[in-house]
């Protein structure tokens, strides 16, 4: 198994450009996730989904859509960056994200991350 | 709603001195716990976590946390920290009510630096 992939690793953008980070996963899992890291701040959850074709907003979900039209691929597009979005991206995956799942399979799974600059 | 609090942002620390990093939480259901760690330039990996049963747990490094129910508290702990163990360590927690939301709610981190 890849485990959970990300792409690109780094991308440099202008202000206004908009752009989709890639996030897929080989696990079949249902919860997928995006977080946002700055320093200081720990991580931030962007958008979250339970499954295909079900998505919802985190803790800082503005200027950030996303779908998930399969189980594998959970993409995260910026609309219109803006240098505030400069920032690490991680997406994580895990089995299920129903509290009281079965708790070896309650793992958040985590990709290698994506580094954004916002000129 | 869950929230987590590391109560320090930076522990430097001498290389085989012992080393505690300190996770409290708040939640009105019970809840999961866990400590990620993060190398420089790397994504996070799972350290350990709480789910139930005992209320000490290890990983394979040394590491362990002790879940204290009453102080709301899962500090993370090593007797002797090594060079390697250089990193930033972040604490989560999870509710595990069933039917409650499952997001994974982090704190800020504590960076780890580890000096010979």
């Known amino acids: 198994n890849a485990g959970v992939t990300q792409t690109p690793k780094f991308q440099v953008l202008k202000t206004g450009q908009s752009m989709t980070l890639q996030c897929a996963q080989d696990?079949?899992?249902?919860?997928m996730s995006w977080y946002r890291q700055d320093p200081g701040m720990g991580l931030r959850l962007i958008h979250y989904?339970?499954?295909?074709?079900?998505?919802d907003q985190g803790e800082v979900p503005n200027g950030y859509n996303v779908s998930r039209s399969t189980t594998e691929d959970f993409p995260l597009r910026l609309l219109s960056a803006a240098p505030s979005q400069t920032s690490v991206y991680f997406c994580?995956?895990?089995?299920?994200?129903?509290?009281?799942?079965?708790?070896?399979?309650?793992?958040?799974?985590f990709g290698p991350g994506t580094r954004l600059t916002v000129l | 709603a869950q929230s987590v609090t590391q109560l320090d942002s930076q522990v430097p620390v001498f290389e085989e001195a012992p080393v505690e990093l300190r996770c409290n939480y708040s939640?009105?259901?019970?809840?999961?716990l866990f400590w990620y760690v993060q190398y420089p330039n790397q994504g996070l990996q799972l350290l350990l976590k709480?789910?139930?049963?005992?209320?000490l747990v290890e990983s394979i490094n040394g590491f362990e946390a002790e879940f204290n129910k009453s102080q709301t508290s899962f500090h993370l702990r090593k007797p002797s920290v090594h060079i390697s163990d250089t990193a930033e360590y972040f604490c989560?927690?999870?509710?595990?009510?069933?039917?409650?939301?499952?997001?994974?709610?982090f704190g800020k981190g504590t960076k780890l630096s580890v000096k010979p």
């Open positions: 994580a995956s895990s089995y299920s994200w129903l509290a009281g799942a079965q708790p070896n399979t309650d793992t958040q799974y």
């Open positions: 696990m079949n899992h249902e919860y």
């Open positions: 989904s339970v499954g295909a074709g079900i998505t």
């Open positions: 939640s009105s259901v019970s809840v999961y």
């Open positions: 709480y789910l139930s049963g005992s209320t």
């Open positions: 989560a927690v999870r509710a595990n009510y069933g039917g409650s939301q499952g997001n994974l709610i």
